[in-house]
C-alpha cells in the first residue's frame, strides 16, 4: 500500500490530527472527559453487587469485557517494566533505584497501592491472574474511589485508621456505585498515581501534580478546560490498553510529523505529532523552526516547572534522619510555607516552586545504575545518564527537573542500599532507626548479602520535563539563553551568538567596527569641512 506523502497545510493538519485524535478515543470531535458512553453501566444487573472486594468487581467487569485483562497484563502499567529495545535491558519500578523513598522491592505493599491491580505485596504475587486487575483505579468518574496508601494496591474494606495514630478514619467506597458509574479515563484518574508518585503531591516529576486536575491556561494550554481540554489519553493513547510514552523509554525526536491515518507510527506522545516538524508559522519568524532540529519543543515552551501553586522536592537526604523529641517522637520541622524540611524518620528535604529547569543533550538513550552496579562512594553518582551530545544529529536539547540527595549504600559491595522501610516490623527499624537491620532486610530482598559496612553516597536523577506547556506568549525568549549566563550556559559542542565569544573573530569585529565608525567620523568631517570653504 502506497503512504501518501502529500503536505498539508499547518491549520488543516491540525484538525486532521484531532480528527484521528478523536476517532480513536471513540466519539466525535470531543476529548475523552467529556464523552458519553454508549452504555449505561447502572442497568446492568452484573454490577448491582454487593462486591465485597476489588477483585469481585473485576470478575464482574470481565463477564462482558472479556479480554480487557489480558490486554493489560502485556502493558507496563502492569508490568512494571519495559525491555530498552536498543540494549534489550529491562527496566522498570522493580530493578530500577530512585533517590526518593528507594525502591519498590521490599517495600511493595507500600508502593504497589499505585498498581493498577491488587494484592501486590511481596514477590509471590499472581501475575497472570484476571481477578488481580484494577478497573475502577482508572475508569471511576465518581471521584470516590481511592487505593488504601498501605493496602497492596487494595481499598479499605472496613474503617481504617490513616495515617496511624492520626484519629482520621477512611471510609470503604461504595464498590457498586462505583462499577456503575464507570467511563473514560480522566485527569484525575490518572493522576492518582501520576501527580502523588513519591510518596505526596508534586514530589517526584515537578510537571505533574494535583493543579492539572483543572489546570488554567496559563499552566498547561493543552489540558486547561478553558481551552482545548485534553485528557492524559489524549496524547498518551494506545490500542488494546497498552498507553503510549514511558520516562524508560523517552523518545528524543518525533521524524514523523503529524500524525494522520496512513502516516503514524501508533504514538501520539509527542509534540511533533500534532504540531509537524515545522509548527512555527513561516511568515511570522521562520527563524524559529530552524532550532527545531537541535531543540526539543518543550526546552522552550515549558519555561519553569511546578509552577501551579505546589511545590515540588529538589533534595532528599536520608543520612541526616534520626533525630527524636523529648518523648522519643521523630521530630518533624516545618517552614514558612508549611512545607516539611525535616523529618526525624527520612532526613532533611528542599522545596522548590517556579523552578527553571536544567537542561542536557538527549539522544534517547538513558543509562541507569541498577542494584548491584558498582558506585564510588566518593563520587555523585548518577542514577540515569541521558545519552546524547552536540555531534549526534539524533540528540536535541532538553529540560530536566535534576533531584539531588543522599542515600544509603553498601560501603563494602560498593553498590547502592535496597532498604526496607515499610512493612509489620517497621517498629524494629524506623521507630527505632536501626539502619542496618532494614538494610540488611532489603538487600536480602535482592538475593545480596549486606556486608555490615553502612554509608551514605551523594546521588542525582534526571527526569524529563513535559508537562505544563505555557502559552506562545510565555514561551523562554531568544535573550534567556542567547546571553553570557542565559538558561543554556552549560550546553557544550554549540556555538550561541550572544553566549560565547571567540578572541580573534571578537577581535576583527570589534576593529571593523571602530574602523567603520572612525570613517563615519572622518567622512562627516570633511563634509564638514567642504561646506564652511563654500560658506
Not at 333 to 359: A, C, I, Q
Not at 446 to 469: C, D, K, N, Q, R
Amino acid at each position: 500500500m502506497r503512504t501518501c506523502n502529500v503536505k498539508v497545510p499547518g491549520r488543516l493538519a491540525a484538525f486532521l490530527s484531532a480528527l484521528a485524535l478523536s476517532l480513536t478515543l471513540g466519539g466525535g470531535l470531543g476529548w475523552a472527559e467529556n464523552e458519553v458512553s454508549t452504555a449505561d453501566h447502572s442497568k446492568f444487573k452484573e454490577l448491582k453487587g454487593p462486591f465485597p472486594t476489588g477483585p469481585d468487581v473485576t470478575r464482574a467487569c470481565l463477564q462482558c469485557h472479556t479480554e480487557a485483562s489480558k490486554q493489560l497484563h502485556k502493558t507496563k502499567h502492569w508490568t512494571w517494566s519495559v525491555v530498552n529495545p536498543d540494549t534489550g535491558e529491562r527496566l522498570g519500578k522493580r530493578n530500577v533505584i530512585n533517590n526518593f523513598c528507594g525502591s519498590v522491592v521490599s517495600n511493595e505493599a507500600r508502593c504497589t497501592s499505585c498498581h493498577i491491580g491488587y494484592g501486590w505485596k511481596d514477590g509471590t504475587f499472581d501475575f497472570t491472574s484476571e481477578a488481580n486487575v484494577d478497573c475502577l483505579v482508572c475508569h471511576d468518574t465518581t471521584g470516590k474511589y481511592r487505593k488504601f496508601p498501605a493496602g497492596a494496591g487494595h481499598p479499605v474494606y472496613q474503617p481504617t485508621e490513616w495515617p496511624a495514630g492520626s484519629g482520621r478514619m477512611m471510609q470503604p467506597p461504595d464498590l457498586a456505585e462505583i462499577a456503575q458509574n464507570v467511563g473514560p479515563t480522566s485527569r484525575r484518574n490518572c493522576g492518582t498515581c501520576h501527580f502523588l508518585g513519591g510518596g505526596g503531591n508534586a514530589i517526584k516529576h515537578g510537571d505533574l501534580d494535583l493543579s492539572m486536575v483543572e489546570p488554567g491556561r496559563y499552566l498547561d494550554v493543552h489540558m486547561s478546560p478553558g481551552r482545548l481540554n485534553f485528557t492524559c489519553s489524549t496524547c498518551h493513547s494506545g490500542d488494546a490498553h497498552a498507553v503510549q510514552g514511558s520516562r524508560y523509554t523517552t523518545k528524543a525526536k518525533d521524524t514523523n510529523g503529524i500524525d494522520i491515518p496512513g502516516r503514524t507510527d501508533g504514538s501520539r506522545a509527542s509534540c511533533e505529532s500534532c504540531h509537524g516538524l515545522e509548527p512555527h508559522p513561516a511568515a511570522a519568524n521562520a527563524k524559529l523552526n530552524e532550532h527545531t532540529d537541535r531543540i526539543a519543543c518543550v526546552t522552550c515552551h515549558v519555561p519553569q516547572f511546578a509552577r501551579g501553586g505546589y511545590a515540588t522536592k529538589m533534595w532528599w537526604d536520608w543520612s541526616t534522619a534520626g533525630r527524636l523529641d523529648e518523648n522519643g517522637k521523630p521530630i518533624k520541622v516545618h517552614n514558612s510555607d508549611g512545607l516539611e524540611v525535616y523529618s526525624g524518620m527520612k532526613g532533611d528535604f528542599r522545596w522548590g516552586e517556579h523552578v527553571t529547569p536544567e537542561y542536557r543533550w538527549f539522544d534517547g538513550s538513558v543509562d541507569y545504575t541498577l542494584f548491584g552496579d558498582t558506585v564510588d562512594g566518593g563520587e555523585v553518582v548518577s542514577i540515569n545518564k541521558y545519552g546524547g551530545s552536540a555531534d549526534d544529529p539524533d540528540s536535541r536539547i532538553w529540560p530536566f527537573k535534576v533531584m539531588r540527595g543522599k542515600q544509603a549504600y553498601d560501603k563494602g559491595l560498593q553498590t547502592l542500599a535496597v532498604v526496607h522501610t515499610f512493612g509489620k516490623d517497621d517498629s524494629a527499624y524506623w521507630r527505632n532507626y536501626d539502619w542496618d537491620k532494614a538494610v540488611d532486610a532489603g538487600m536480602a530482598s535482592v538475593g545480596a548479602v549486606y556486608s555490615g559496612e553502612l554509608g551514605f553516597v551523594e546521588t542525582e536523577m534526571a527526569w524529563p520535563i513535559t508537562h505544563m506547556v505555557a502559552p506562545k506568549e510565555d514561551a523562554v525568549t531568544c535573550v534567556e539563553c542567547h546571553s553570557r549566563n542565559g538558561r543554556l550556559a552549560g550546553i557544550e559542542g554549540v556555538y550561541m551568538p550572544g553566549r560565547d565569544r571567540t578572541g580573534w573573530l571578537d577581535f576583527l569585529g570589534w576593529t571593523a567596527a571602530l574602523l567603520a565608525l572612525l570613517a563615519v567620523l572622518a567622512h562627516g568631517a570633511v563634509r564638514y569641512y567642504a561646506h564652511t570653504r563654500r560658506s
